[in-house]
């Protein structure tokens, strides 16, 4: 029962982000995100200083693509050394369908980076979406979830998650406080990236779901 609830849970949060991304997507396509976009700019405006700007520029490293695929790398290889292939194609999965699709739609609308208003050097590739908000949160949120089934019993692993998602949120923001996306941008990246995490659980669970169901007859047998 406990694992239905779960799965539930889980494929509610799937549609749900799902369906914000087709939002975000439709108002993209209508020009109707010029208000939300404008609205960011000027907020973060009012609310730089010296510190924040310190700490974005640091934080928004996390988002990259260079410190994901080492983070991947290692957990990939570190996964196989323990035999836990599952997880090691579970992490190359949320990283690797990610970072093409991103890549792939980035292609498709074309958009231009926001410019006079950032505060490091503008990415080359296009803005629409952002590559930081819809790689880097499911790969995190992966990797808090595995961290706290790995720590369950332990009374602060309670805590993991939801101090990931802080985290993801705040590596997301990061782009459009220092200028390089638009608010939109992050909005949909993040969505969609959401929305493959809770995909990516899914399909998790129904396999270690399987995995239980063949190993439990070879135990009984055992046991007799």
Same mark, same amino acid.
């Given at each position: 029962?406990?694992?239905?609830?779960?799965?539930?849970?889980?494929?509610?949060?799937?549609? !749900?982000?799902?369906?914000?991304?087709?939002?975000?997507?439709?108002?993209?396509? $209508?020009?109707?995100?010029?208000?939300?976009?404008?609205?960011?700019? #000027?907020?973060?405006?009012?609310?730089?200083?010296?510190?924040?700007?310190?700490?974005?520029?640091?934080?928004?490293?996390?988002?990259?693509?260079?410190? !994901?695929?080492?983070?991947?790398?290692?957990?990939?290889?570190?996964?196989?050394?323990?035999?836990?292939?599952?997880?090691?194609?579970?992490?190359?999965?949320?990283?690797?369908?990610?970072?093409?699709?991103?890549?792939?739609?980035?292609?498709?609308?074309?958009?231009?980076?926001?410019?006079?208003?950032?505060?490091?050097?503008?990415?080359?590739?296009?803005?629409?979406?952002?590559?930081?908000?819809?790689?880097?949160?499911?790969?995190?949120?992966?990797?808090?979830?595995?961290?706290?089934?790995?720590?369950?019993?332990?009374?602060?692993? $309670?805590?993991?998650?939801?101090?990931? #998602?802080?985290?993801?949120? !705040?590596?997301?923001?990061?782009?459009?406080?220092?200028?390089?996306?638009?608010?939109?941008?992050?909005?949909?990246?993040?969505?969609?990236?959401?929305?493959?995490?809770?995909?990516?659980?899914?399909?998790?669970?129904?396999?270690?779901?399987?995995?239980?169901?063949?190993?439990?007859?070879?135990?009984?047998?055992?046991?007799?």
């Amino acid at each position: 029962m406990r694992s239905r609830n779960n799965e539930t849970g889980l494929i509610a949060g799937a549609l !749900l982000f799902a369906l914000f991304s087709v939002t975000m997507l439709i108002l993209y396509s $209508r020009n109707a995100v010029s208000a939300m976009d404008e609205a960011a700019f #000027f907020l973060v405006t009012a609310i730089r200083s010296d510190g924040l700007t310190a700490f974005f520029s640091f934080l928004t490293h996390f988002g990259g693509g260079t410190v !994901l695929a080492v983070l991947g790398l290692i957990l990939v290889i570190g996964f196989y050394i323990k035999k836990q292939r599952d997880n090691a194609v579970m992490v190359f999965l949320t990283l690797g369908i990610s970072e093409i699709v991103n890549e792939v739609m980035k292609l498709v609308f074309a958009r231009a980076r926001p410019d006079g208003f950032h505060l490091i050097d503008l990415p080359t590739s296009f803005s629409f979406p952002s590559g930081h908000a819809m790689v880097g949160p499911a790969f995190y949120g992966m990797l808090a979830f595995l961290a706290t089934c790995w720590l369950q019993d332990r009374s602060w692993s $309670r805590y993991v998650q939801p101090a990931a #998602f802080i985290f993801i949120a !705040l590596v997301a923001g990061s782009r459009v406080y220092l200028g390089v996306h638009f608010l939109s941008d992050v909005l949909t990246g993040l969505s969609l990236s959401l929305c493959w995490y809770f995909l990516v659980r899914i399909g998790y669970a129904r396999w270690k779901g399987r995995q239980h169901m063949v190993a439990a007859p070879t135990q009984q047998s055992q046991s007799r």
